[in-house]
Every structure is written in structure tokens, then in C-alpha cells.
């Protein structure tokens, strides 16, 4: 079964099972909240009476949407303003639509997820033993350190000068470097 719920001023096609961003909702994550303007509600192509007709839905987590930078200008009169938004939604479950739940699938798997079995079994087994109980191991002579040997300049470009010299303006009364002279060399 499907519904078409409005929330927030927008339209969702929703199924039971369904996972959906709406605009923020009251309430935390976990509560249960009732969508009562059901625009359309039906099974394949039969639709059905949207008289009293409610989807029920859980919600996931409050969060907010992408910042949106808002930035305006007006040319030659110095007047720059810079302002950003991130939107609140809402992340809603769709547990029933009317009477029609959620599959049962869906609900056992996360059952088992949320009782923790697996943490459990991994609790009851013994921990091993902590290696501190050893003798601390005898330390490594130390090393001989050699000065630092200066470093080799870098590589010249091509065109024979260095790459952050590349783009300057030459100094007063230096010669010009041509590219042949300089490969010559």
C-alpha cells in the first residue's frame, strides 16, 4: 500500500518501510508522530478512501541540510553582505500507513540489531591475559647520529634558472642569461 502525505508545504509518495527528509518536525529521535493530510492513499492501481486515513511514522534523527552561502552585492556602492542557512530536517521511518504495517522482516532484523546479542557473547568470553605482567625488554643501544648533510639544491627548470626565480624581474645591471648559453655551459 501507498500513501501521499504532505508535510512541510511538499508531497511524499511514502510505503511502509520507507525512510524520508521532511521539514523539522517537533519531537526527538524514537517518538512516534502521526501524519494526518493524507492526499492519496491506494494498493497498485486501486485507490482508496483518504477519510480519516493516517500514516504513522518514527522518528530517526533530527539533522540539518547543506549550507547555502547567501551573498549579496551591489555594484559601486561598497555594499557587500554574506549570510549562510543550513535548513533543520527531519529523517522519518514509515511504520503503518492506516492499519498496514511494515514488513515483518524489516522489524526482526532490526530487533537483533538493537538487543545486542553479538555484544554480549562477546562480553561473557574471557579477555586475555595483558602482556604488562612481562619483563620490560631491555632497551636498543642508541644510535650514532651523523650531522645533517646540507641539502642539495633543486633541480633548474629548462630554461636554467631556478623555479621560484622564475617569473622575476631581473636584477639592475645583470647580464641576460640566454637558453643556449646556459645549456653550453
Not at 69 to 75: L, P, W
Not at 85 to 103: F, M, N, S, W, Y
Amino acid at each position: 500500500m501507498f500513501a501521499v502525505v504532505r508535510t512541510g508545504g511538499k508531497q511524499y509518495r511514502v510505503t511502509p518501510g520507507d525512510k524520508i527528509v521532511v521539514e523539522k518536525l517537533p519531537g526527538e529521535a524514537g517518538q512516534r508522530v502521526d501524519l494526518t493530510d493524507v492526499l492519496l492513499a491506494g494498493d497498485g492501481s486501486d485507490l482508496k478512501s483518504t477519510q480519516g486515513l493516517t500514516v504513522a511514522a518514527e522518528i530517526v534523527a533530527q539533522a540539518k541540510g547543506e549550507k547555502v552561502t547567501v551573498f549579496k552585492k551591489r555594484r559601486r556602492h561598497n555594499y557587500r553582505r554574506k549570510k549562510g542557512h543550513r535548513q533543520q530536517h527531519t529523517i522519518l521511518k514509515i511504520v503503518a500507513i492506516g492499519g498496514e504495517k511494515a514488513p515483518a522482516k524489516a522489524a526482526k532484523a532490526e530487533g537483533s540489531k538493537k538487543s545486542g546479542e553479538a555484544p554480549k557473547a562477546a562480553a561473557s568470553a574471557p579477555a586475555p591475559a595483558a602482556p604488562a605482567a612481562e619483563a620490560p625488554a631491555p632497551e636498543a643501544p642508541a644510535k650514532e647520529t651523523k650531522p645533517k648533510a646540507a641539502r642539495p639544491k633543486k633541480a633548474a627548470s629548462s630554461e636554467g634558472e631556478a623555479p621560484s626565480t622564475k617569473n622575476a624581474a631581473p636584477a639592475k645591471g645583470a647580464a641576460k642569461k640566454s637558453a643556449k648559453g646556459s645549456k653550453a655551459e
